[in-house]
């Protein structure tokens, strides 16, 4: 890529809410054990290092076997995610510190965050940052990662100034967007990639004020390794891996169903993918965000659904598409839901 059009690379929207710097007025009677305003807390048992503990829905999936897009991580210092058939040579002296958190119910995943180590030298430090959005759970108005790039050029902040436009670019000899903004008053640089796979806007974030670190990174970014269907308008599976429509959990591709009932929580969304065998069975099931015991429920309710098979040139094909159960907000398209009561 030429030297000054590397200079400014895709974006991908990251929003950071500052914490409040205001305190609470203390209540007047605090327990003086345990309970959420206990003034003497003595935890049973110590937080795992490098653990952030979160209660609520969770990711899961039907079987450990078959990859999910969390399911990344680094080994002998690359980055390798099975789902998504990527992996990256991590550069030298930046690693991965913590891991990402589960998915979000619009279907926002944090593959990887990366940062220099102590060993790093240079004028100024970055991060590197992929991401993944779901596109069947997006709540934008984008149908494909390209789409979604306009988006986000086109509602930037006013304190945020584009440095080039959404432009096509190759990176690792896969077709990328290219697309990038800085701030002004931080002097900081945002540069993104985004490419789309199995249905996912797949984004590569690089953030730093040094230019010239930015350059580097996307030049090293040619070491890594995607699937032939990476594109910003395509990446719709196929081959060795199910093919990914959306909405196909429609009535007419339906012949059988089993509404899940939900005798606990009802009222947050339950967002879920499944892949449909050639023979219309539902073969897995991975939750983006669910109560243990909301998945239980529609597992044991979609093991009794039954699709009409899904054909490409004749020929019976494996489908993964996307279902919303719950009563989560509406999405602004038109995604298959399945509201229970």
């Known amino acids: 890529m030429h030297s000054g059009f590397i ?5 991908l929207a990251v929003f950071v809410t500052p914490l ?7 209540p007047s009677n605090v327990p003086k054990n345990g309970g959420d305003f206990s003034n003497s807390i003595k935890p049973g048992a110590a937080v795992p290092k490098g653990v952030i503990l979160v209660k609520g829905a969770w ?21 390798s995610d099975p789902y998504f058939g990527m992996s990256y040579p991590v550069p030298p002296d930046w690693a991965e510190k913590y891991k990402g958190p ?5 279907g926002r995943y944090v593959l990887t965050a990366l940062n220099p180590t102590a060993t790093f030298k240079g004028p100024a430090r970055g991060t590197i940052l992929i991401t993944a959005q779901d596109m069947f759970f997006t709540p934008l108005p984008a149908a494909n990662s390209l789409e979604l790039v306009n988006y ?20 690792a000899d896969r077709s990328f967007t290219f697309f990038a903004y800085w701030s002004p008053a931080a002097e900081l640089h945002w540069y993104v990639l985004s490419t789309e796979i199995r249905c996912h806007a797949v984004d590569i974030v690089l953030t ?17 390794k995607l699937p032939a269907e990476a594109s910003p308008t395509a990446g719709m599976g ?31 969304p339950v967002p879920v993918r499944i892949i449909i065998d050639k023979e219309g069975k539902v073969k897995h099931i991975h939750f983006l965000s669910a109560f243990p015991d909301q998945a239980k429920v529609i597992t044991d309710a979609l093991g009794q659904w039954k699709f009409k098979p899904y054909r490409r040139n004749g020929q019976p094909v494996e489908v ?12 602004g398209t038109s995604t298959a839901t399945a509201t229970t009561e």
């Open 7 to 11: 200079r400014l690379t895709i974006i």
């Open 20 to 26: 409040s710097s205001g305190q609470a007025a203390k």
């Open 59 to 79: 990711s899961s999936a039907s079987d450990s076997v078959t990859p999910v897009p969390e399911g990344g991580n680094i080994a002998n210092n690359i980055f």
């Open 102 to 106: 589960p998915p979000s119910d619009s």
């Open 152 to 171: 986000s050029k086109d509602h930037l902040q006013a304190d945020y100034k584009v440095e080039m436009p959404p432009t096509p670019t190759k990176i």
């Open 208 to 224: 730093s004020r040094d230019t010239k670190l930015l350059e580097n990174l996307i030049l090293d970014l040619n070491k890594m």
């Open 238 to 268: 196929g081959g060795d891996i199910p093919v990914c429509i959306k909405d196909y959990a429609s009535d007419q591709n339906v012949a059988a169903r089993v509404d899940p009932v939900f005798t606990e929580r009802r009222f947050n």
């Open 320 to 331: 993964e598409t996307g279902l919303m159960f719950g009563r989560g907000p509406r999405l």
